[in-house]
């Protein structure tokens, strides 16, 4: 019995020594008396996908181009009674030119008393104000950063957009500068009222996040180039709600050039005033712009047309209702502004106008603005 015992003992003993360095194999490495704390391994994620790609491609290209911008405004010191310049709000826009010209909205310097523009690499520079044009809510600035700091948007052209297609904005929501956002094209040819109340026609409505702070920035399409210039949101909150706009480029691109040159828009003339809906309504008249006075010499005048006025007996006198300019239908006088938006003082147009039911043609020459 007892050899039986002595071996049923080494036995347990063999299998106590495996087990032990079956377990000593099962320990951390050990550093110092303390397990080693290493990092994983990375795996290997292979190439972008092609959307990805392409996003990332977007923003290397413009986002050098997106300045953030910064409005100032004016406090003073109560104790010291000295005047300093503040921040008042934030946006966004785009080097133009190597020239520093910067586009942005105008509402997103309104009101201010100064601006400063942030460049991507982060040096800010103070900003002069060089023309705006509220009615399309645009305003151009300009920095004096060197050319090499400056590298111009590439421009696009917003003619042959289609709906569906991706686009991508950059900006500066909520003070966050450089943001990237996606979406697309949700529609096309909508109308928005700028801040003076005037219509801005041909917009661009896209569900690509715009937030307070994206004012001004770019509206790109996917090879980088400008498609519009970001203006406002539909949304009860204030925030993104995926209805936003931008302000075509081809407009862009028609009135930049000028503010630059002329440090304002200068919209051709014809020397009249127009009267409101009431007008219309009270004397049936078709739609149109109806003359409640002709500026004696103006381009009106010499054509001939004449005003709604008065008669000696309080009578109204048959007046003048422009209804085409070059047989495009004029719905009111926002219409012919649009219209004349698109030409130079001293450009000749069709006018088609219409008088006690009657209706012909005439040929003006348009005057400059004011």
Known sequence: MKPQSRSR????????????AVALLAVPHLVNGRPDAAPRAVTPRGALAADEQAYVDVFRKASPSVVNITSLGVQRDLFSMNVQQVPRGSGTGFVWDDRGH???NFHVIQGANGARVTLADQSSWDAELVGAFPDRDLAVLRIQAP?????????????????????????????????????????LNREIESFNNRTIRGVIQTDAAINPGNSGGPLLDSAGRLIGVNTQIASPSGASAGIGFAIPADEVNRIVPR?????????????????????????????GVALIQVVPGGPAARTGLQPFR????????????????????????????????????GETVTLTVWRAGQTRKVSVVLGGSD
Do not use: C, W
């Open 259 to 287: 503010l630059i040159r002329d440090g304002r828009f200068l919209r051709p003339t014809l020397g009249i005033s127009a009267g409101n809906v009431s007008l219309h309504r009270a004397l049936n008249l078709p739609k």
């Open 9 to 20: 003992f080494v036995g347990l003993g063999l299998a106590a020594l495996l087990g032990g």
């Open 102 to 104: 910067i586009v942005t």
């Open 310 to 345: 008065r008669g000696t007996r309080g009578e109204v006198l048959a007046g003048d209702v422009i209804t085409a300019v070059n047989d495009e239908p004029l719905a009111d006088l926002d219409d012919m502004l649009t219209q004349f938006e698109r030409r130079q003082p």
């Open 147 to 187: 050319a090499d700091k400056l590298p111009p948007i590439a421009l696009g052209s917003s003619r042959d957009l289609l709906v569906g297609q991706r686009v991508y904005a950059i900006g500066n929501p909520f003070g966050l500068d450089q943001t990237l956002t996606t979406g697309i094209v949700s529609a």
